[in-house]
T-cell receptor, first 115, second 115 residues
Framework: GAVVSQHPSRVICKSGTSVKIECRSLDFQATTMFWYRQFPKQSLMLMATSNEGSKATYEQGVEKDKFLINHASLTLSTLTVTSAHPEDSSFYIC???????????FGPGTRLLVL | AQSVTQPDIHITVSEGASLELRCNYS??????LFWYVQSPGQGLQLLLKYFSGDTLVQGIKGFEAEFKRSQSSFNLRKPSVHWSDAAEYFCAVAPITGGGNKLTFGTGTQLKVEL
């Protein structure tokens, strides 16, 4: 149980294009999901908290117009990197908090490379 | 502000040897405590968690952790390390109330296992 999937696992795109990453909780409901960014050999940095049916809450310094988050259902949140640039290249990880408890379960991550 | 300190950036142990990874936190009150493991290019897997009760918690893969309130510590231990345990380990905390249960991560400890 408590499986979270992410799609795609890796994506290469050209500068200026937009990329959508999906995060799904497969066997539990998650009103709240989180999006993280991880640079090589570093810890996870929280980008935003995604809440089903409402606007996401962004951490300080994260551009909400660049990183669009939609939490359309209790099992799906999407992160869209708009007009991606090479500096957006990173490892993006989502997590979903099981509505029945306080534990976050993480997806396998998405490797984004912007050329 | 809350913070999590993992003082050891890298640790190398021989297979079969015991392991202890240190984690200290700074928080206004006792938070929820977690240990996660990350293999290269992968998401995070929950090893164990402490919410309340018995201060020695058992996790998956033979790991355990002990919560010591007086030391604000939550060290991870394993009596006999296997080569497959080589990975990055992250300690994390989350507020019990408020804060949207956001996780604050330590900087991670890279474990290398010598055969």
């Amino acid at each position: 149980g408590a499986v979270v999937s992410q799609h795609p696992s890796r994506v290469i795109c050209k500068s200026g294009t937009s990329v959508k990453i999906e995060c799904r909780s497969l066997d539990f409901q998650a009103t709240t999901m989180f999006w993280y960014r991880q640079f090589p050999k570093q810890s996870l940095m929280l980008m935003a908290t995604s809440n089903e049916g409402s606007k996401a809450t962004y951490e300080q310094g994260v551009e909400k117009d660049k990183f669009l988050i939609n939490h359309a259902s209790l099992t799906l949140s999407t992160l869209t990197v708009t007009s991606a640039h090479p500096e957006d290249s990173s490892f993006y990880i989502c997590s979903a908090r099981d509505d029945r408890g306080e534990t976050q379960y993480f997806g396998p991550g998405t490797r984004l490379l912007v050329l | 502000a809350q913070s999590v300190t993992q003082p050891d950036i890298h640790i190398t142990v021989s297979e079969g040897a015991s392991l202890e990874l240190r984690c200290n936190y700074s928080y206004g009150a006792t938070p929820y405590l977690f240990w996660y493991v990350q293999s290269p290019g992968q998401g995070l897997q929950l090893l164990l968690k402490y919410f309340s009760g018995d201060t020695l918690v058992q996790g998956i893969k033979g790991f355990e952790a002990e919560f010591k309130r007086s030391q604000s510590s939550f060290n991870l231990r394993k009596p006999s390390v296997h080569w497959s345990d080589a990975a990055e380990y992250f300690c994390a905390v989350a507020p019990i109330t408020g804060g949207g249960n956001k996780l604050t991560f330590g900087t991670g400890t890279q474990l290398k296992v010598e055969l």
